[in-house]
């Protein structure tokens, strides 16, 4: 079993910069994936941003060169910079973490965390 724990969320004026902060913890585990989800109300969660073990990283198209993903294997924690915030980045951000992924690239075993509400406006 492997807990997820964000921290982070709040309320920020457009333009303005938030950090998420996700620690995943379990006896031996190995985390192979780690990302940054996000949900509104009415809509399907949708991924921000991912990052695996070796450091290469993924980003949806509303978030590059605004959002940067980093992690630390050693402690298996993984941040999120978000940067340049505009209102439709409000939603529930959601830290997701998986044990591997099969060739198509989807986890054979993950977790999320229990989301932290972000909220950008004047």
Do not use: H
């Amino acid at each position: 079993q492997v807990q997820v724990v964000e921290s982070g969320g709040g309320l920020v004026q457009p333009g303005g910069s938030l950090t998420l902060s996700c620690a995943a913890s379990g006896n031996d585990v190995s985390i192979y994936g780690m990302g940054w989800y996000r949900q509104v109300p009415g809509k399907e969660r949708e991924l921000v941003a991912d990052i695996i073990k070796n450091g290469k990283t993924k980003y949806a198209d509303s978030v590059k060169g605004r959002f940067t993903i980093s992690r630390d294997n050693a402690n298996n924690t993984v941040a999120l910079q978000m940067n340049s915030l505009k209102s439709e980045d409000t939603a529930v951000y959601y830290c997701n973490v998986d044990l591997g992924r099969d060739l198509r690239g989807r986890p054979w075993r993950e977790y999320w965390g229990q989301g932290t509400q972000v909220t950008v406006s004047s």
